[in-house]
């Protein structure tokens, strides 16, 4: 099943090639994602990430209900097999 998975955001990268990029933390796990989507978002917001591209800015609350419901499902194993980028 592929979900989107909370992040928080903790760098924003000067725009490459005119794509705007950031380094998010996924519970421990970080990983370089696409913010093109989310050109807004600040350090220390929230976003949900779908294969490398954040999709939308969340709230704290709401990425830790996702996250503790990705948690119960299982779903977040996939995510911690990976080695950072």
Known sequence: MCLGVPGKV?????????????????????????????????????VIVHVGFALSIVDEEEAAR??????????LDELALKQPE
């Open 10 to 46: 903790i760098a924003v990268e000067p725009e490459r090639d005119g794509i705007l990029m950031g380094r998010v933390n996924f519970g421990g796990i970080v990983k370089s994602v696409c913010l093109a989507y989310t050109p807004e978002v600040q350090v220390g917001q929230y």
């Open 66 to 75: 996702v996250f503790e419901y990705l948690r119960e499902m299982n779903e």
